[in-house]
């Protein structure tokens, strides 16, 4: 294979070295000839099975990551479109995120009931559901419905913005669109996911505190005291640290798929659909890493 | 009245003596098996307004993304303001590129923004960032320029293809370049916006004092402001002169241009 690769390489450096050496410049037709054949020895370089094309994906979105940590930390520090960014992020996916918390948290309260109270352990209940919920639902759950909220619409924005030329547009005008497009998304969903998380942890909690109350009476104190008695530091902290890394994963596919996006409007569709299907695929992922972390250092 | 292709005939011998803005030498660009650009060799002076003419899909576009820095190209020299391209770094060749005014076809306007965010966001964005009295003042320049001075607060939603053209025309001249270049500035208009867009580049071409390159397909709006017409074929340049040499050619497919 590499015999391979080297050959072809050798190919194509021996190609450019006649031209170089060509002539005569402006026989535009004998040039024709020689960029035909480059062109050949390229196309034969070219990715022809699914694991080729797989590991070439997996080296763009590398490189496209690296360029993220590169154009971080340079100046100009977009701060005016980050915030902006946070807000359209944050703020408005409230609504969306408090109605699913809650719902999650009376239904997980509800279905789980009748099997605690089988085994006799119906006050574990609410300490139970908070574990659960802060651990795993909430963090996971969330971090889905901003993939599906927040995911998807930064790929279609940047998509739509590739089509209609607005990227070349920031181009030529000599701004660095992938500073003030790309960065400033991919901050503002790794610092707004957390804050989105502890929301719908809350909401989750109060929701489950309904449910409680549905078949029984438990006081708000006696409810909140078994479930804080019932979490500890290793609970909260990496629960919390996991979903930096899923806004990241959230805002990164987002933004790669947006941004590198083609063929015209049909790609504005692809790059949403394809946003929203790998990000929540990159959550189970890094939950995944995440917990066999946690396990690993808490044993 | 004195018509557009004796003055410019005129103005185009003035400049032959003036500095050299773009000089392209044996430049080639292709996108995988397809080869737009062959072997393109021209040298476009200050202060002279280039039509460039061809068939769709003969490389004019392409061109002028190689000259702004959308497209790199594959070999040969291309030298702007007299800096070789190929020899540039990035932050050198974003510097370049804001002395570099480009239309696009579709104006390619940021929707999200009103017409005053639009001219704002370029500037906003200047290594020396204009005080707020300043912007006020070179957005209230260039929307008069344009003839878009009511319609700073809507949106480019709201606009017509013609303000939506004059729009994109504004947000370039903004930044007070010194090379413009216009992809079918006049591309889908009817033949009144049409002229009165042609016009504006020539008014644009005396205000601004740049150097303008225009692709096109509307022979009028050739007319109007060439005084050079540079003819495409193949990726390579086919014929060169100026509008009425080129309407008299012996060549039958350039006359076929202009007929």
């Known amino acids: 294979m590499e015999k391979r690769i080297s050959n072809k390489s050798q190919e194509i450096q021996n190609l450019n070295k006649k031209d170089v050496e060509s002539p005569n410049h402006a026989d535009a037709n004998k040039k024709d000839k020689i960029v035909e054949r480059r062109q050949t020895a390229r196309e034969a370089d070219k990715p022809d099975t699914t694991l080729d094309k797989f590991f070439i994906e997996v080296a763009l979105v590398t490189l496209f990551t690296l360029r993220f940590f590169k154009e971080v930390f340079r100046p100009r520090f977009e701060v005016n479109e980050t915030l902006k960014q946070s807000f359209l992020m944050g703020y408005a996916s409230l609504p969306l995120v408090a109605i699913t918390g809650f719902i999650i948290g009376l239904v997980l309260t509800i279905q789980t009931r009748p099997t605690l109270a089988g085994l006799g352990a119906e006050s574990w209940l609410p300490a139970m559901v908070a574990v659960s919920i802060i651990r795993e639902i909430g963090p996971v759950i969330t971090a889905l419905i901003f993939a599906g909220k ?150 | 009245m004195v018509t557009p292709e004796i003055t410019n005939q005129n103005k185009s011998d003035a400049l032959k003596e003036g500095s050299v803005v773009i000089e392209m030498k044996h430049v080639r660009k292709s996108f995988g098996k397809n080869y737009v650009l062959r072997d393109i060799n021209l040298v476009i002076h200050k202060g002279e307004s280039v039509v460039i003419l061809g068939k769709s899909g003969t490389g004019k576009s392409v061109l002028i993304k190689c000259i702004v820095g959308l497209n790199d190209i594959d070999d040969g020299t291309l030298i702007i303001l007299g800096q070789d391209i190929s020899e540039l770094k990035r932050d050198a060749r974003n510097e370049l590129r804001k002395k570099i005014g480009f239309l696009f076809q579709s104006g390619a306007l940021y929707d999200s923004m009103t017409v005053r965010g639009n001219l704002e966001f370029p500037l906003k964005r200047q290594a020396k960032r204009p005080s707020q009295t300043e912007m006020d003042h070179l957005i209230q320049e260039a929307l008069s320029q344009v003839g878009l001075s ?58 601004y004092d740049t150097t303008s390159i225009i692709i096109t397909h509307d022979i009028e709006c050739a007319r109007l402001t060439a005084n050079r017409i540079i003819v495409i074929q193949h990726g390579a340049c086919a014929a060169e002169g100026s509008y009425t040499e080129l309407l008299n050619s012996k060549n039958a497919w350039v006359r076929s241009f202009f007929e």
């Open chain 2, 150 to 207: 009511a319609a700073e607060n809507q949106t480019p939603s709201e606009l017509s293809g013609g303000m939506r053209k004059r729009l994109g025309l504004a947000r370039t001249l903004i930044l007070k370049p010194e090379i413009m270049l216009y992809d079918e500035p006049t591309t889908g208009l009817d033949p009144i916006t049409s002229k009165e867009i042609s016009k504006l580049i020539l008014k644009v071409q005396k205000n």
């Open chain 1, 150 to 299: 927040v995911g998807s619409g930064i790929g279609a924005e940047l998509a739509s913005m590739n089509v209609t030329q607005q990227i070349d547009a920031m181009k030529v005008s000599g701004t660095n669109p992938f500073k003030f497009l790309v960065v400033t998304r991919i901050l503002a969903a790794t610092l707004m996911l957390p804050l989105l998380v502890i929301f719908a942890d809350m909401v989750g909690l109060l929701g489950s505190f309904v449910g409680c109350n549905l078949e029984g009476n438990v006081s708000t104190q006696l409810f909140f005291v078994q479930i804080i008695e019932s979490l500890d530091f290793e609970d909260l902290v990496p629960a919390v640290i996991k979903t930096f890394f899923f806004g990241f994963a959230v805002g990164l596919v987002g933004c790669y798929k947006g941004y590198n996006s083609d063929k015209g409007t049909e790609g504005v569709g692809q790059a949403a659909n394809s946003a929203v299907v790998f990000a929540s695929l990159m959550v189970f992922v890094i939950d995944m890493i995440a917990v066999q972390i946690t396990s690993m250092l808490q044993s």
